[in-house]
């Protein structure tokens, strides 16, 4: 036993000592944005890149901040790129006793679920998720509806009738915005070709550069996207060619590439961040399924300025009209896969 | 479509591909030549990466160019401090050199350009067009109209064939990577030299970084190196550590990653997945020693 007692005891002390380093790192990674006293409400939010990749985390970022500062609530964010490091910030969240958890992604539907079911008193929201279930509620975006409509500019503008799009992973909210992309370019021209490629990542930025030039060779000139940060080599890309033009994802992008952003699909997370929290903050929320679609004016096309004069009037009356098809529910933009169905709690 | 048109767009893609590829294994051959396995190229990739992109966006591509070099060398230099001069443990040394490389170049690069991120307009290398060579057919603009770090690439290769098989420096340089304690009996300074190699190597893997800044995408993006460190350490095994090897295994990356993106754009049916996968499945079949005998350097690791 006296043998035995040291060993164990250093394996202890160094177990013990790597828990704490481990615990240190987590702590570390969130960052507090305000601690604001007098306001005991927290709001987290864990995003699974970047949030400086000027789009779908960006937005996000903005939304939390846009939270900090209209209801003065306490926030912070977690960037978590890998299911574990998802999880175990989750965990990290609700653990600490947050109100409200922000998880930004399709992706965090399951972690989302499995977390709340130990801590049910953090109300989780799942952007792009896909049902309501125990504390967590799911946003849902159409923004295949802004790109059906992006689509439509693509089919009518381009000369060679062939579309590109770059797209980060095949998750299904990405390949329903193709979707809707493809089917608003053939409601104008039924000839066009489609081709996408996608590149397995989110941060690589060169392999999005690379995918837009095998596009443009196979004889592209319209392009859309939804790869975040990586999409930034798509508009290098687009600015190197002349006679080509790319649609923006998730936030206005006509800066990226100045006289080659034709518009952009645009979420506008801010808002339907600020909307559900103000909700959840009052306290008579009930987890539900959240759409918002053209109707919300959360997602919306934003034409870029600079090349408004491109597109004929003609077309730009028959896009007005397909948006008010699409807000009263007549026209589908995009059909969505079964796998992303929101089984109803509130809807 | 003109088929001459997609074969030259395709060659030209995998050359670009290949380049920052080709510029990190140069380097790693190096440094595993004297002994050294460094996983923190990835993350030396990144500095350099980021490193070209201050730099530019002060001094123009040229200074970027030198900058990642110097970025290169010095997080070679704090691994080899770590790794070589208070010997721990190369593979866990190098695994932290990566990890705290993207995080310091994510907080740098938040603090410089601030924390919305926006796609960055940094001045890049033109393509420069050899005259005469340009002009063969097919192979001629896939080549020779390349932007210049592409050129460096190819002619720092024969200069690591000729120092590491050709010079006294070399020959001492294999010797330590082959049996240390032998090269330490005849003299041979053995820690300096790894040190050296590694040092060399990370300046080599910092200009990889900065080809895809300064040559593609004219821009820095978090973690945009995407994982070629790592393989640049599996190209070096498939070219069985020799530089000419090491080239012709870092096109055969280059080949299959353009392959990929053209089935996709040209909407083939065949799974792409399957194109990426070839690589990885020809360097463990070198592994298992199907490309004829291959073994490391002798001392590789310790």
């Not at chain 2, 080709?22 to 990835?42: P, Q, Y």
């Amino acid at each position: 036993m006296q043998f035995i007692a040291p060993a164990l005891r250093n394996t202890l002390l160094k177990a013990s000592w790597q828990y704490a380093v481990l615990m240190l790192v987590l702590l570390s990674c969130a960052r507090q944005d305000t601690n604001r006293s007098g306001s005991s409400f927290r709001v987290g939010l864990v995003v699974p890149g970047s949030v400086a990749d000027a789009a779908w985390n960006s937005g996000a970022y903005a939304g939390l901040q846009r939270i900090r500062d209209s209801l003065g609530l306490a926030t912070s964010h977690i960037e978590a790129r890998t299911p574990t490091e998802q999880i175990e910030a989750l965990r990290t969240y609700a653990a600490q006793g947050y109100d409200l958890v922000f998880a930004h992604g399709f992706e965090f539907q399951d972690p989302a679920e499995r977390v709340s079911a130990t801590y049910p008193r953090t109300a989780f929201v799942v952007t792009s998720g896909r049902r309501a279930h125990g504390n967590v509620s799911p946003l849902i975006f159409r923004l295949e509806e802004a790109s059906y409509l992006a689509g439509m500019v693509a089919g009518s503008l381009t000369r060679t009738g062939v579309l590109g799009f770059v797209g980060g992973i095949e998750l299904p909210p990405i390949v329903a915005g193709y979707q809707g992309w493809v089917n608003g370019a053939k409601a104008m021209n039924p000839r066009v070709r489609t081709q996408s490629v996608y590149l397995n990542s989110f941060d690589d930025v060169a392999a999005g550069r690379e995918a837009a030039l095998a596009l443009i060779g196979a004889g592209a000139d319209m392009f859309h996207h939804n790869a975040d940060a990586a999409a930034l080599g798509l508009f290098q890309a687009v600015k190197e060619k002349r006679g080509v033009y790319v649609f923006g994802a998730n936030a206005d992008q006509s800066h990226l590439a100045p006289g080659h952003v034709l518009g952009s699909a645009v979420i506008d997370l801010p808002r339907a961040f600020l909307f559900i929290a103000a909700e959840i903050r009052k306290g008579n929320f009930t987890p539900r399924v959240e759409v918002f679609g053209l109707k919300s004016g959360v997602v919306r096309y934003v034409a870029a300025s600079a090349l408004d004069s491109l597109v004929p009037v003609k077309v730009k009356a028959r896009m007005a009209a397909a948006a008010d098809s699409i807000s009263s529910g007549k026209l589908v933009a995009a059909p969505r896969p079964a796998s992303m169905q929101a089984s109803a709690l509130g809807t | 479509m003109d088929p001459v048109v997609l074969v030259t767009g395709f060659l030209a893609a995998a050359v670009r591909v290949t380049t920052p590829l080709l510029f990190a294994a140069t380097g790693e051959t190096l440094s595993e030549r004297s002994g050294v396995i460094n996983l923190g190229i990835e993350g030396t990739m990144l500095a350099g990466a980021l490193a070209a992109a201050l730099g530019a966006s002060e001094w123009g591509p040229w200074g970027g160019l030198i900058a990642a070099l110097v970025a290169g060398m010095v997080t070679a230099g704090v691994f080899a401090l770590l790794a070589i001069g208070a010997r721990a443990d190369q593979i866990i040394t190098g695994t932290a050199i990566t990890l705290a490389a993207i995080g310091l170049t994510g907080t740098v690069y938040r603090r410089a350009f601030g924390a919305a991120g926006a796609g960055l307009s940094i001045p890049t290398f033109p393509p420069l067009r050899i005259p005469g060579l340009a002009s063969i057919p097919v192979l001629g603009p896939a080549l020779f109209e390349q932007p210049f770090p592409t050129y460096l690439a190819l002619a720092g290769l024969p200069v690591v064939w000729w120092v590491l098989f050709r010079t006294r420096l070399g020959l001492a340089l294999r010797a330590t990577g082959e049996a240390g304690a032998m090269a330490r009996a005849i003299g041979v300074r053995t820690r300096l030299m790894r040190a050296g190699a590694t040092v060399a190597g990370g300046g080599f893997a910092g200009l990889g970084g900065a080809t895809l800044v300064l040559a593609q995408v004219g821009t820095f993006t978090e973690r945009m190196t995407a994982g070629r460190g790592y393989l640049a350490i599996a190209i070096v095994v498939l070219g069985r550590w020799h530089p000419l090897g090491v080239a012709l295994a870092a096109f055969v990356f280059g080949l299959a990653t353009a392959m990929q993106f053209l089935f996709q754009a040209l909407g083939t049916r065949v799974p792409y997945q399957l194109f990426l996968m070839l690589p990885y499945l020809l360097t463990l079949l070198a592994l298992a020693g199907a490309v004829g005998r291959v073994r490391a350097p002798g001392d590789l690791g310790r």
